[in-house]
């Protein structure tokens, strides 16, 4: 790949399905309806002949291994304001050969719509396409790729150290966070130095002023908790994704890492090896869960 840097168009369609059904802004790929329908975000029933909406970058992402793609529902255009606690679903090949069952868990804390979380282990590079029990029979397609095609940083990987923004030296970034009403506190220290502090790692890469998905600014505030209930047992790094409040250049921390969507949430251990990642979508329990996971 010549030029990693992706234009901020191209940036925003790396999230295939969240920006065709969830945007919020004007950069949206279709004209699909993307109003929610009504709810208190309870678990419900699930609608009749639901379409699956992809919660997860249609960029080259997936390698063979652990496979976390969320869902949401589809209820006549719109996404689904609720669901059943669990719905069951599979993975299929293209012919139609079933390689994986899973049991689809309801997210909905903090966050509307709702969405499913999904984790299946897929050992082979090729085409899948996603069911649910009571879908349209459409399905959400997606491909494992060799690793050789994913630039991003994988699990089992070094996490590159890059100077991201500081309090002190926003190197070029204004706002060098743009959570509102004030900035978020995880720009005490550079990634760099997160990295070299012999600590587990969090680095979330996503812009709230300005993402197209609407998950990044809920998605830092659950960060933000998270940083104030954990303290110093984890070293938590935030940088946004533009270098202006016009979102018009994209900033530097996406060329470091080579990524062309957003929010990203990548749990690095004390010696700096990604050890699990968030991606596109979650909501204040699955981050909860992942980082005692991760801090076990």
């Known amino acids: 790949m010549d030029d990693v840097t992706p234009s901020r168009r191209n940036f925003l369609l790396g999230v295939g399905g969240l920006v065709v059904l969830a945007a919020c802004g004007d950069d949206s790929a279709s004209g699909a309806d993307t109003t929610t329908a009504g709810g208190d975000g309870t678990p419900g029933t699930a609608p009749v002949n639901f379409g699956i909406a992809q919660r997860f970058p249609s960029s080259p992402l997936f390698t063979p291994g652990p496979v976390r793609l969320p869902v949401s529902l589809i209820d006549n ?32 804390e903090g966050i509307t719509p709702p969405y499913y979380e999904i984790r299946v282990e897929l050992d082979t590079p090729q085409a899948y396409t996603l069911r649910l029990e009571g879908d349209d029979g459409q399905g959400a397609a997606f491909q494992v790729v060799d690793p050789s095609q994913v630039v991003t940083p994988r699990t089992g990987e070094p996490l590159p150290p890059f100077d991201t923004p500081t309090v002190d030296d926003h190197r070029g970034v204004e706002p060098f966070c743009s959570l509102t009403p004030d900035p978020c506190p995880l720009h005490d220290v550079t990634l760099t130095d997160a990295l070299a502090s012999g600590k587990p790692v969090v680095y979330m890469i996503g812009t709230p002023a300005h993402c197209q998905t609407g998950t990044c600014a809920p998605g830092l505030e659950f960060l933000v908790a998270e940083h104030e209930r954990l303290g110093d047992a984890v070293v938590m790094v ?9 979102a018009t250049t994209l900033a530097p921390a996406v060329a470091a890492l080579q990524v062309d969507y957003e929010p990203i949430i990548y749990f690095a251990d004390a010696s700096g090896v990604v050890v699990d990642r968030l991606d596109a979508v979650w909501d204040a329990a699955e981050l909860r869960e992942r980082l005692d996971l991760f801090l076990a």
């Open 77 to 108: 255009g719109t996404l689904a304001a609720d669901g059943p606690a669990e719905l069951p679903g599979r993975i299929e090949t293209m012919d139609g050969g079933v390689v994986a069952e899973f049991t689809a868990v309801l997210r909905n």
């Open 238 to 246: 935030h940088a946004d994704v533009y270098a202006d409040d016009a």
